[in-house]
């Protein structure tokens, strides 16, 4: 096969691939292009690496999270924005 008839292979298979990928988001599958990831992944495997590390940092958000949700049950007054 020549150069020339495998570049317009190439391209044709990478936009195709595009399409599906696309066509998958819409889906809900996958994120890909249009739509961006809302957490998780790698940031949330980061976090718990860190708490295994310092469980010092992961007791004072615990803390920090109790301590929130006490004053949000007791009706403080205070709403975030």
Do not use: C
Not at 25 to 45: M, P, T, V
Not at 60 to 80: L, N, T, Y
């Amino acid at each position: 096969m020549s150069i020339w008839m495998a570049i317009p292979i190439v391209i044709l298979t990478v936009l195709v691939l595009d399409r599906v990928g696309l066509w998958m988001e819409r889906q809900g599958w996958i994120y890909y292009r249009k739509i961006k990831s809302k957490g998780g992944g790698l940031g949330n495997a980061l976090q718990e690496f860190n708490a295994f590390l310092n469980p010092s940092t992961k007791h004072a958000v615990e803390v920090k999270q109790k301590d929130s949700k006490q004053r949000d049950d007791q009706g403080d007054g205070h709403h975030p924005p």
